[in-house]
């Protein structure tokens, strides 16, 4: 057994964190010896086993799935891919495409790669409906995945994302935040030269803090066309299964017609409460141009997260007398998704009619 580093013969509590000694994976014998300061050769000794579970490899895909013109191209990026317990590690990335039209037709894919980005030139993905994916290997053959789907539309229309949020679930009793782009990218020079094109990004919300403190934005983005007159590009967000207006400031932060959206705490539900388990929540934006509208959307879907659930919870006594009764407060047999343990546990109580008080107290352990 190996001594652990940075121990205090004085200190009765260790805490220790991720990384060495402590292996991902593996079973870890814990033991502590104490002895009496005043006969050193007195000791007692106990032993306890933790096993450590390996974080798994995670897949991301930025962007979400979105709606693409077919002369703008595509580009998907997985950077943001990781293995928690080694974020050194050296990744592969193998692309992926399957047709949702039966008369669509994928591109050739690059072959497995350290290359963490996608890029499909104008043209390559004909109009239709496609399913994208990334598969991120590792060389120890762990494998994870991920996928977008991807709405081709014929010409061109505004490029749309969607950030992810970093949690894998949401809390109702948090606050959604959801940061989104729309950018407007248009080759409108007819001379050959391919370094000689024109960019049109489209910024709506001039606020440099948009999630915190979205502001009013009364002036919709503009964008100047080849024949001098004005185009708006128009933003909605919208959400399935409807959770009501988002436009209501009882609903969101920011309204529905920011690139950012803020959803308030409580409004979606926990777990699987009325029936949702998630809800996709998609932007939509709309370039009013003198030819016509062009409109393309982008969307992600957000897993709410289910509290604790399947315990009891009891008191013993039941009834007692003050200053000398002990009472046993037991919250037994709670369990949650493996990703969501262990679980913590908070007591308090109050008198008949008052509101209770749970202050954190030294946690018991569910009873078997």
Avoid at 199 to 216: A, Q, V
Avoid at 242 to 256: A, C, E, F, K, Y
Avoid at 280 to 309: E, K, S, V, Y
Wanted: glycine share 8%; proline share 12%; charged share 15%.
């Amino acid at each position: 057994m190996l001594p652990l580093p940075g121990t205090s013969s004085l200190r009765s509590a260790l805490e220790l964190r991720g990384g060495p000694p402590l292996l991902a994976g593996g079973t870890h014998v814990l033991r502590v010896v104490g002895c009496l300061q005043s006969s050193p050769h007195m000791c007692g000794s106990a032993e306890v086993s933790v096993t450590l579970r390996d974080s798994p490899l995670v897949a991301r895909l930025a962007g979400g799935s979105r709606a693409v013109g077919v002369d703008d191209g595509l580009q998907l990026d997985a950077s943001a891919s990781e293995d928690p317990d080694e974020p050194a590690a050296a990744l592969n990335y193998t692309w992926s495409c399957a047709p949702a039209d039966t008369d669509a037709l994928c591109p050739p894919l690059p072959n497995a790669s350290a290359v963490s980005s996608l890029t499909l030139p104008p043209g390559a993905l004909p109009p239709g409906t496609f399913e994208l994916g990334v598969s991120v290997s590792k060389a120890d053959g762990e494998v994870a995945t991920a996928s977008v789907t991807i709405t081709v539309l014929a010409g061109s229309a505004p490029a749309v994302s969607v950030q992810a949020p970093k949690a894998a679930k949401q809390n109702a009793n948090e606050a959604l935040r959801l940061m989104g782009s729309a950018v407007r990218e248009h080759n409108a020079n007819p001379n050959p030269n391919p370094t000689s094109t024109l960019t049109r990004t489209l910024t709506p919300n001039p606020n440099p803090n948009p999630i915190s403190d979205p502001g009013p934005n009364p002036n919709p983005a503009q964008v100047l066309e080849d024949n001098g007159t004005a185009s708006v590009l128009a933003l909605n967000w919208s959400c399935a299964p409807d959770i009501g207006p988002l436009s209501s400031p009882l609903v969101t932060r920011t309204g529905q017609e920011q690139p950012n959206l803020v959803v308030l705490p409580g409004v979606l539900p926990s777990g699987c409460a009325g029936g949702a388990c998630s809800y996709t929540f998609t932007l939509t934006a709309t370039h009013h141009a003198a030819a016509g509208p062009r409109a393309a959307f982008a969307q992600q879907t957000i897993l709410m997260n289910m509290p604790p659930r399947g315990g009891a919870f009891e008191v013993v006594p039941s009834t007692g007398y003050e200053l000398n009764g002990t009472f046993a407060l037991r919250a037994s047999y709670w369990t949650d998704d493996a990703d969501d343990l262990p679980l913590s546990y908070a007591f308090g109580f109050s008198r008949a009619g008052d509101a209770p008080s749970l202050e954190p107290e030294p946690c018991l352990e569910p009873q078997p």
